[in-house]
């Protein structure tokens, strides 16, 4: 059985029996996520409403989280391969010691592709409902929740690579 999730112009397929598909919880309808504030690694300020039109991985994380440290080379060859126009893995950072400890962690370990986003109030873990880290949220073009992942993943794996191409795909194309 198949169930067919509208991504805004675009589609989906995933398995309605398991409701999962690369490692994520799929709603069976998008679901709204409320604004959250954070600013970009110059200070200026962001919402998520800044993002609309494209599809995005909204991956919630700290640089004092173990899982999170491990899954974040993954993020960035992910935004590698597939960000652009349509794409972006957005790493919102909740550090509480600023945006240098999350420049300098970006730095240690090599990333080279994600751009430099922070909530030092830590709202966004509140907002989102997300009492644990790493959580990655997948959004559609409008914004809205089409499925999330509490804990790591190997983000740039052919499964999900596959399965966000299918996302990010207008459909009919």
């Not at 997300?130 to 499925?147: I, W, Y």
């Not at 190997?154 to 795909?169: A, F, N, R």
Request: with cysteine.
């Amino acid at each position: 059985m198949t169930l067919l999730l509208q991504a805004g112009s675009q589609a989906a397929q995933q398995t309605a029996d398991s409701g999962t598909r690369a490692g994520l919880t799929i709603w069976p309808e998008p679901k709204p996520v409320p604004e959250i504030d954070f600013v970009d690694g110059v200070g200026k300020p962001h919402t998520l409403a800044d993002f609309k039109g494209k599809v995005v991985l909204l991956n919630v994380w700290a640089t004092w989280c173990g899982p999170c440290r491990e899954e974040m080379p993954t993020l960035d060859r992910l935004q590698s391969q597939l960000g652009g126009s349509d794409f972006q893995v957005l790493a919102l950072s909740i550090d509480q010691g600023g945006i240098q400890v999350v420049r300098d962690f970006y730095r240690e370990i090599g990333i080279q592709h994600l751009e430099l986003y922070i909530d030092e109030s830590a709202e966004a873990n509140r907002s989102l409902n997300a009492f644990g880290l790493p959580v990655t949220l997948l959004l559609d073009r409008q914004g809205r929740e089409l499925a999330r992942k509490l804990g790591a993943a190997e983000w740039d794996s052919p499964e999900v690579i596959e399965y966000l191409k299918e996302v990010i795909t207008p459909q009919g194309n």
